[in-house]
Nanobody
């Protein structure tokens, strides 16, 4: 079965960086787009970043709120997807989810807290 396991969340000061990782299994990883969503307290889930399958040149898309600060990448050899988050702001505080959108599969989420 499809499994997505996130790691790398934590507490970081404003302006700091974190790298989230997602280990995928149970499907042919390279054939599917992968994405990161987040949900802040009291807010709806939002798409943060997406990376296309390798057949689509691995193109990426970002929410306007994270453009220039976050970078999504994938390692098809190891079935991993990453989210490098720089210049973090308190408004980036949320639970971050790894998602295989075409499969409708979500990880359990990892908490990111940006606070001084």
């Amino acid at each position: 079965q499809v499994q997505l396991v996130e790691s790398g969340g934590g507490l970081v000061q404003p302006g700091g960086s974190l790298r989230l990782s997602c280990a995928a299994s149970g499907f042919t990883f390279r054939r599917y787009a992968m994405s990161w969503y987040r949900q802040a307290p009291g807010k709806e889930r939002e798409l943060v970043a997406l990376v296309a399958a390798i057949g689509s040149s691995g193109s990426t898309n970002y929410a306007d709120s994270v453009k220039g600060r976050f970078t999504i990448s994938r390692d098809n050899a190891n079935n991993m997807v990453y989210l490098q988050m720089n210049s973090l702001k308190p408004e980036d505080t949320a639970v971050y989810y790894c998602v295989a959108p075409q499969l409708g599969s979500w990880g359990q989420g990892t908490q990111v807290t940006v606070s001084s």
